[in-house]
């Protein structure tokens, strides 16, 4: 009797996990429908993110380019809080001095707070959802909010360096046990912000909202150019964070402009490689004045002869 009780004690917790399971879980997308619907959020339904991009469809436009007011590095305070994990613009690096770091777009100045990953990605290119979406978010004095979203595919390898990030997570998570998914701080890490986006700006540019409470406006800038991630380093985010996917929001009457004016980046030469091409030119110029003396030698003699023949300055000043 007692086995019999065990067995249906199994068979009902089973079900009911499997029944919380298909209660988050969207059919359509593979991410939660647990998200709130449009309907909860303080901004009309037409501005919700994230969405579908169709690349088709959006105008290409010759837009603003974004300026980066980036430093080449920053202290990020990296926490889990109870969505995913975020990285936090902490205010004073590990000397003491505050730290700044903006962007400006149309003459005004957006400061990175923090930037956060989902996975998988919460926006869709065409039909392909990516295993990961970086979520750069920039505030201005008003108020308002401009994110920059990046995409993450595949790879044998990581090709931006969120190393730092990624080991302090995965040494943090070997200390412990269990990961129960409260809030809670990962440490902190020094990154190279502006490494992390990719350098080719070209982007899908529109209105949307915050994908996450509380849902409030934001002008969304989602980069083409697509980076790479190892499944090691993918498998310790996803340990790190869980799926913390909302599901793509009707576009409705919306434009999605689509910046193709921007130039990929140009290889720039640094001064210490220019200083070596001079002194190769140089040094070929030497080269080729001593073969050509070799070739020539009479020529040469020539004119060391004549030269001694011509009044020496001292001469010259004594008439």
Same mark, same amino acid.
């Given at each position: 009797? !007692?086995?019999?009780?065990?067995?249906?004690?199994?068979?009902?917790?089973?079900?009911?996990? #499997?029944?919380?399971?298909?209660?988050?879980?969207?059919?359509?997308?593979?991410?939660?429908?647990?998200?709130p619907s449009i309907k909860s959020a303080p901004?009309?339904?037409?501005?919700?993110?994230?969405?579908?991009?169709?690349?088709?469809?959006?105008? &290409?436009? $010759?837009?603003?380019?974004? *300026?980066?007011?980036?430093?080449?590095? =920053?202290?990020?305070?990296?926490? !889990? #809080?109870?969505?995913?994990?975020?990285? #936090?613009?902490? &205010?004073?690096?590990?000397?003491?001095?505050?730290?700044?770091?903006?962007?400006?777009?149309?003459?005004?100045?957006?400061?990175?707070?923090?930037?956060?990953?989902?996975?998988?990605?919460?926006?869709?290119?065409?039909?392909?959802?990516?295993?990961?979406?970086?979520?750069?978010?920039?505030?201005? $004095?008003?108020?308002?909010?401009?994110?920059?979203?990046?995409?993450?595919d595949d790879g044998k390898e990581t090709t931006?360096?969120y190393n730092g990030l990624i080991d302090q997570?995965?040494?943090?998570?070997?200390? &412990?046990?269990?990961?129960?998914?409260?809030?809670?701080? !990962?440490?902190?890490?020094? =990154?190279?912000?502006?490494?992390?986006?990719?350098?080719?700006?070209?982007?899908?540019?529109?209105?949307?909202?915050?994908?996450?409470?509380?849902?409030?406006?934001?002008?969304?800038?989602? +980069?083409?150019?697509?980076?790479?991630?190892?499944?090691? $380093?993918?498998?310790?985010?996803?340990?790190?964070?869980? +799926?913390?996917?909302?599901?793509?929001?009707?576009?409705?009457?919306? $434009? +999605?402009?689509?910046?193709?004016?921007?130039?990929?980046? *140009?290889?720039?030469?640094?001064?210490?490689?220019? =200083? *070596?091409?001079?002194?190769?030119?140089?040094?070929?110029?030497?080269?080729?004045?001593?073969?050509?003396?070799?070739?020539?030698?009479?020529?040469?003699?020539?004119?060391?002869?004549?030269?001694?023949?011509?009044?020496?300055?001292?001469?010259?000043?004594?008439?």
């Amino acid at each position: 009797m !007692f086995f019999d009780k065990k067995i249906l004690f199994l068979i009902g917790a089973v079900s009911i996990i #499997n029944s919380a399971a298909a209660a988050i879980i969207h059919t359509d997308d593979h991410v939660p429908s647990a998200a709130p619907s449009i309907k909860s959020a303080p901004v009309a339904a037409k501005f919700q993110s994230p969405i579908r991009i169709d690349a088709n469809k959006s105008m &290409e436009k $010759d837009l603003p380019d974004i *300026k980066f007011n980036y430093p080449k590095t =920053l202290l990020f305070d990296l926490e !889990f #809080n109870g969505h995913t994990v975020q990285a #936090n613009v902490s &205010e004073k690096d590990a000397a003491g001095k505050e730290q700044e770091a903006s962007i400006e777009l149309n003459g005004k100045e957006y400061e990175l707070k923090q930037f956060h990953m989902h996975a998988p990605s919460e926006h869709v290119l065409g039909n392909k959802r990516y295993p990961l979406e970086w979520h750069f978010v920039h505030q201005a $004095d008003d108020g308002s909010r401009l994110v920059i979203g990046v995409f993450m595919d595949d790879g044998k390898e990581t090709t931006a360096p969120y190393n730092g990030l990624i080991d302090q997570l995965a040494s943090t998570m070997k200390k &412990e046990e269990q990961h129960d998914f409260n809030k809670r701080s !990962f440490g902190s890490c020094v =990154l190279n912000p502006r490494a992390l986006i990719p350098a080719d700006q070209r982007c899908w540019r529109y209105d949307g909202s915050l994908t996450s409470a509380p849902y409030t406006p934001v002008y969304w800038c989602v +980069v083409r150019a697509i980076t790479t991630i190892s499944p090691e $380093d993918l498998e310790t985010l996803f340990r790190a964070a869980h +799926v913390n996917t909302r599901s793509t929001q009707e576009l409705g009457d919306r $434009d +999605v402009s689509f910046d193709a004016t921007i130039d990929p980046p *140009k290889k720039t030469i640094a001064p210490t490689v220019i =200083l *070596k091409h001079k002194a190769a030119a140089q040094r070929n110029k030497k080269q080729s004045k001593q073969r050509s003396r070799a070739k020539h030698p009479r020529k040469f003699s020539h004119r060391s002869t004549a030269s001694q023949h011509l009044p020496q300055r001292s001469s010259i000043a004594a008439h």
